[in-house]
């Protein structure tokens, strides 16, 4: 299994950017997808879900309206389609498949002006 993370960087305030995150050694389409953040100090957070055949999605309240989950599973690719970005949603982004036990790297994100 492995869970390759990227698309972070430094944004200002307000700002957009897009993660994502390719999956290998499984069958990607089988299987939901989640993205996680932690922030320095803090527990690992969930963000956003995206179940198989991308029929439904879920967020956290404190993204909700301004991230967008979405998934190419002829990619083998999630993504987090991430605007309106505030200082508080620097952290390290990781992405996971539900009931597979391997976290990738992840890939930081940090938004300031």
């Known amino acids: 299994v492995q869970l390759v993370e990227s698309g972070g960087g430094l944004v200002q305030p307000g700002g957009s950017l897009r993660l994502s995150c390719t999956a290998s050694?499984?069958?990607?389409?089988?299987?939901?997808m989640r993205w996680y953040r932690q922030a320095p100090g803090k527990e690992r957070e969930l963000v956003a879900t995206?179940?198989?055949?991308?029929?439904?999605?879920n967020y956290a309240d404190s993204v909700k309206g301004r991230f967008t989950i979405s998934r190419d599973d002829a990619k083998n690719t999630v993504y987090l389609q991430m605007d309106s970005l505030k200082p508080e949603d620097t952290a390290v982004y990781y992405c996971k498949a539900v009931l597979i036990n391997y976290w990738g790297q992840g890939t930081q994100v940090t938004v300031s002006s």
């Open positions: 995206i179940t198989n055949a991308a029929a439904l999605t």
């Open positions: 050694g499984f069958p990607f389409s089988r299987y939901v």
